[in-house]
Structures are given as structure tokens and as C-alpha cells.
């Protein structure tokens, strides 16, 4: 069903490209966000500071898609799930070094990125959504049946090993830099791969899908990288999770969760560098101060979904971009 | 297992498929006219067995009313919606209109597991549906048996609208091309706005009959609308038939899986969809 596009995807801002100006500014943005991350745990929890990046990262691999490829996943809980059950397993059971668990749960997820990613990328807009929203049911289903899983209450106790055999994580502080330096790298990589040729594809193919293929691009194939690249970072989030809250649960797994995701890129800004980043702050942060007042929490997000579809859809980063674009002319 | 067991699995399989033929019927329609895949279905069938239960509870009306009066209040709470909300975004990516029912359903769900938890609440079947029936095979539940049908000729009525009357005619054309239907003088915004009042007031209706089945609980429709999902998927959204048939076509072979190979039966509808997406992505009665 070819259906018009009146207006593309959600998408970054078109207005006048300056590669300098661009790059000064997302300079500027990412001194800061370092700075403020480096800082963040003698501010706040650091166990609560470690869960936040876990959700920058996630958020920051669901944007690859949404943002950049232009494909809404529903369903990216099963990568985050999965990523998140496998390097518990890893830890506990088969005793795996703690970076060797967190690449297990990332590997784990860009298998399952790659077999979901070939059934899904053969729809497209809103049928692509629930193929996804539906795997990700079937692979909760079979979390709540797999006997490694623990059913509704989880895998418990996940051991944190020491660093490379050297580095004792059982201090928050250093668990918490490692948290914050494999973060920092998978944000650096993401931003590689939007800026690359490979990422300026598939903003053509977000935009134009159709002229994409007669230039000669075998777009599916760019859908499935970015599919599953995003999967793969997904899962090593998850996997990041296990860790530092040592279980894995159900509740990664579920569509709850995947709803979430989408949230917080909404919020912060889709098809923005740093949007996720911002919106995983918000939406986490407010998860956690308004924990006590039970399913208000469900209500507020439903809300905020709501304000943001109808009045904010640039989001928080989108917002502040156009605003300074705006200052500047 | 006996024969018996068989039989009750294919009943609750012709149950459940009646409730995804009027749910993902009342998508089709919605995302025809609309261009929006409206993800508070769930929480809208939901509603629709609440107001059964607050009917019942609060101003004693029975089944019957409930019946005509659920689908009416959330077909109309459905308008409002559309009147204030979707409206904005027909001229948007669809996208955004998935994205803001699926804040509608998180408020609604919300706010329904605010007020009555989330353990389920009981709601009793009209009398002269009590009883059972012996049909030398099986016994057969009379409520199960009115369901079955009554959701049966709700479809084929609502096919029947829409494939065969004038007012389906205006409908399908405005589907092709809204702003030649409207240049012909039919008030299309108004004929939007209804259209998304009658697929919810299915979902309700769905919902109506379901709350003396299973209980009445907050969350008893989000996880039918991802199963109704994988079911459009299926089915594809270019035919009223076809999703009739879908639908009741996966309930009936989800009751099977249920007896053969119980383990599985809660996938079985999404293992379907993915055979489905490698030799018809389209959906089996889908257009190109």
C-alpha cells in the first residue's frame, strides 16, 4: 500500500545546513554531557546515575532506527530483554568476566536482531511497528516459559567479576566509570555511523525511499544493518543493566518497556544526537521520583506521549536546536 | 484428552477469534479513513466491559442495556477523541497517530488500575443465557454459543455497510479520495469522526461480551490488541472479509495449538505471522 507522504518521517531539522555551526554546536553539547556524566555520581545515587546512562544507551541505539532510518520499532524491549537475561545467565551460570557477559547479551541481541530483522524489514511504516511490537510478545511469552529465566521472579544475585581480573566493581565509583566509559563509547559509535556514508543512506531512505532504490541502493540491506546495529547496542544496554542492578527481569522484556524507549526519544527529540540522552533523564528520573504514587506513573506518561505528539513532536533537543538556528539568523 | 476437551479448546478458539474479527475489523475500518492505527483498541474494549460492569453496579442495568448503551458512551468518548486529537494529525507521518493512542491507552489503563486495581472484577451473565446445552458431543454453554453468533452477524452486518449500502459507498470512496468525495459535497471530517466512533464502539461491544467470560480487569486489553496486531498483520487491512476470516481463522487454530501442543499456544498467532511475512508479506488479503 503506496500511502502519500505529506510529511516524512519524524525527522531531524531541514532548516540551513552549516556543517560548522553544526559541529561547533554538538562540540559544545557532547563537553558538556561529558563533563556533567564525570560529575553525575557525586551528585546524585550513583546507582541511580548508572541506570540512567543504561536508558541514555538504549534510547541512544533505538534513535539509530527511528531517527536516522526512519523505522519505528515497537519491540525493541526484546533486544533490550534478551540483552539484558543472557549476560545475567553469562555472569551467574556460565561464570563469564563481567565484559565478556555484557558482549554476550550484545551478541545475543544482534542474533535475534538479525532473524526479526529479515521478517520485519519486509513491511514497511506502520506495519513495520507491529511486527515488531509482536515479536517482542512472542519473545516475552517465551521468557515467561524458558526455565533459565526464572519466570516471574527473574535471575537474582548476578556477580559482578572484577574488571580484566583487576578492578574491584563491588565499589559504586568504579562500576560506575566502567558504566559511564562503555556508554560514552557506544554514543561515539553511534554518532560515527550517523555521520558516515552508510548513515547518509539511510537518511535518504528515511526520507525518500523509493528515490533511494533507483539510485541504486539495495535499501533493505541498509535497513537490516541499521535494524540490527540497533539491536545489537540495545542489548549491550540491557546487558549493562543486568549488571548494575544485578537481575535480569521480566519487566526488560515487556511491552511496557519497549513503550518507554519510544518515550524517551519523543521527549528528547527523535532524529537528535543527543534528544535521547535527554529524554532518558527526564523519563527515568521521573519514574523514580514519582515511584510512590504507583499507576500515576502510567498516567503522566501516557500524558506526556500525548503533549508531545500534538504540540512537541521536535522534542526537548529539537526544540532547542531550532531555537538556536532561529537566534542565529 | 478426550474428544470433550477438543471441542471446549475450538469453542474458547471460536471466542477468541470472534473478538479479533471485531476488534481488527474495527481497525481496518478506523485506518482506512482515518490513517491511523489506533492503539487504544485494547483499552477501548476494555472500557466497553467496564461500562458493562459500572452499568450494572452503579445504575442497575442489566446485559441487554449494556449491550446497546456500552458501545453508544464509548463510541461517543471515542469522538471526542477523535474531534480533539487525531484530527490534527490525519496530514502527519501515521506514526504519530500510533504514538498518541498509545499514550490514550497508557492514560486509560491508568487510570481504570488507579480506581480498581488490578485484580479482576466479576460480572455475571444475563439469566436467560445461563445453562448449558447438550449437543451428544459436547456440551455447549448457551452465552458461548450467543457470543459466537452474535459477534458472527455483527460482522457480516458491518460488511454488509460497508461492501453493499450507499452510506458504505461514500465510505470506500472516501477512503480512495477523500477530497473528490468531499468536492461531490458529503462532509467528509464528519464522516471520519463517525467512522472512528463505530470502530470503537466495536471494540467496546467486543468488550461487552467478553466481561462475562473473563473478568473485568484493566489490563485485560493490552494484551489482546498485540495479538489483534499480529492478526491485521496476517490478514493484511485491504478487505472487511478478510479480516472476518482472519480473525476467526486464528482463533480457531490458536484452540487447536491449545489442545495439540499447549506450549505453544500463546505464540502460535505470532509464529503464523512470521511464515506469513516470508511468502505473502503483504497479508493474506492485503494489496500490494
Redesign the interface.
Known sequence: ?A?P??????QALHASHDPAWEWRYERNLFVIMVVSFLALPYLIYPAFAMQLLCFALFACAFNLLIGFGGL?S?GHAMFFGMGSYLAAQAALVWGFPIEAAMLTGAGTALVLGVVTGL??I??Q???F???T???A??VY??CV?APFTGGENGIQAVPRSKLLGVVDLEQPLAMYYLVFVVFIAGFLLIYRIIHSPFGQVLKAIRENEPRAVSLGYRTERYKLAAFVLSAALAGLAGGMKAMVVRNASLTDVY?AMS?EV?LMT?VGGMGTVFGPVVGAIIIISMQFYLAEL??????V??????V???AF?RGVMGELEAWLRRRRN | MSTQALFGQLLIGLINGSFYALLSLGLAVI?GLL?V?NFAHGAQYMMGAFAAYLLLDSAGLGYWWALVLAPIIVGAIGIVIATL?LS??Y??????G???T??????????F??KYGSAGLPYSMPESLTGVRNLGFMYLPNYRAWVIVASLAICLGTWFLIERTKLGAYLRAATENPALVQAFGVNVPRMITLTYGFGVGLAALAGVFAAPIYQVSPQMG??LI??V??V??IGGM?SIMGSIVTGFGLGIIEGLTKYFYP?AS??VI??I??IV??IR??GLF???
Open positions: 500500500m500511502q507522504h505529506t510529511d516524512a518521517a519524524p519505528l515497537f521478517l520485519a519486509r513491511r511504516g506502520i506495519y511497528a507491529m511486527v511490537l509482536a515479536f510478545q512472542m511469552f517465551f516459559r511491552w513503550g519510544v519523543l504507583g499507576s500515576w506513573v502510567t498516567i506518561q501516557g500524558a506526556i506521549f500525548v508531545c505528539v500534538l513532536r | 485506518f490513517n492505527i486529537m490534527r494529525l496530514k502527519l507521518d501515521h506514526l504519530y500510533l504514538l498518541l498509545f499514550g490514550l491507552a497508557l492514560i486509560i489503563e491508568g487510570i488500575h488507579h493490552s494484551t498485540i495479538v496486531f499480529a491485521v498483520v485491504g506450549e500463546s505464540t505470532f509464529v505471522m512470521a511475512l516470508l508479506p503483504q492485503g494489496q500490494r
